[in-house]
């Protein structure tokens, strides 16, 4: 794939109404981005941000849209393909944590974060990826998460539908190339990011801080506009990649030295 450049492109971001979401959109806004689609559920957390876009003199929508359901997903993307014609860069983004231990969980956790942060996949990539193909152009994002490549504490939930997503971003990637397509597929690896979503979570290691999510964000931009396949933030988080070389009794060790397992142990989570 050759770099790309959100000039003039059509930019949908699920979960833009806070957290690098919101920085995404406005950041898609300030490199030439010519509309931006902002879906969340928290309708006056996008209709905020859909007023910062157009101060910067860019066309942004909203849609208050539950993207765990893929009827509310039909009827919302039924509107932005009326509204704005095609997609060409699609950001799912949205995603929620709850934070528990495995037998804390309760169904409802189990079942809401795997239809955010894995299902809304699926409903949004059946969506847009036809409009996609037929222009044999777009650009499909997943912020996944450094817990979809390595398991920790108090993560099951969350960790399970994060490796899932990486499982499906790269699935598709084999389809796409199969398929000999120039839509490509980037997904996202970060580490813990303080955007308020894991507030209480502690780094132990000096090599893998808290990001800065402005810093994480312009990162996230950049390999949009290049053609990565996969962005880890930060770099340190590829090494779980060689770490799973060794045996896993090796690789538990090295997860507990580096002081993963505690990270979540004070977790308290965006307030409601
Ligand atoms: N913050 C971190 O430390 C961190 C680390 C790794 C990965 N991530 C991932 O990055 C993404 C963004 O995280 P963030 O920190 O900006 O979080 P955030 O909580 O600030 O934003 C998530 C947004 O998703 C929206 N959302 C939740 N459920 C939804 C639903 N069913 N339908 C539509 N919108 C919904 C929320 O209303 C919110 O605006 C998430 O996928 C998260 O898993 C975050």
């Known amino acids: ?34 509309h931006i689609v902002l879906w969340d559920l928290n309708l006056a957390g996008i209709k905020a941000v859909a007023e910062e876009i157009s101060a910067l003199g860019v066309k942004a929508s909203t849609h208050k849209v539950d993207v765990s359901q893929r009827a509310s997903v039909i009827a919302a993307a039924s509107a932005v393909s009326e509204e704005i014609g095609h997609l060409d860069v699609l950001v799912n983004n949205a995603g929620i944590v709850s934070g528990k231990s ?17 299902l ?17 152009s777009g650009r499909l994002v997943s912020i996944a998460s450094a817990a979809g490549i390595a398991g920790s504490t108090k993560l099951t939930d969350y960790s399970g539908s994060k490796f899932a ?46 990001q800065n ?30 770490f799973r070389l060794l045996p896993a009794a090796a690789f538990d060790w090295i997860a507990d030295a580096f002081g993963i397992n ?5 977790f308290r989570g965006r307030k409601k």
């Not at 950049?222 to 396949?229: G, K, L, Q, W, Y």
């Not at 505690?262 to 004070?266: D, R, S, T, V, W």
Request: charged share 20%; no cysteine.
């Open 213 to 242: 999510q402005d810093v994480a964000t312009a990162k996230i931009l950049d390999a949009i506009e290049s053609p990565r396949r996969e962005l880890f933030l930060p770099g340190m988080v590829y090494s779980v990649r060689i």
């Open 165 to 210: 997503a990486v499982g499906v971003m790269e699935a598709l990637r084999a389809e796409l190339r199969e398929a000999a397509s120039s839509v490509s597929a980037l997904t996202v690896y970060p580490f813990y990011i303080n955007t308020g979503m894991f507030d209480g979570v502690k780094s132990s290691s000096p090599l893998l801080r808290i």
């Open 102 to 118: 495995f037998l804390e969980l309760e169904e409802k956790d189990i079942t809401s974060t795997f239809g955010v942060n894995t």
């Open 1 to 34: 794939m050759e770099a790309f450049s959100f000039s003039g492109k059509h930019v949908l971001i699920t979960g833009a109404g806070s957290g690098i979401g919101r920085l995404m959109a406005l950041g898609a806004a300030r490199r030439g981005a010519s």
């Open 262 to 266: 505690k990270a979540m142990k004070n």
């Open 120 to 136: 809304a996949l699926f409903w949004t990539i059946q969506a847009f990826l036809p409009g996609m193909l037929e222009r044999d």
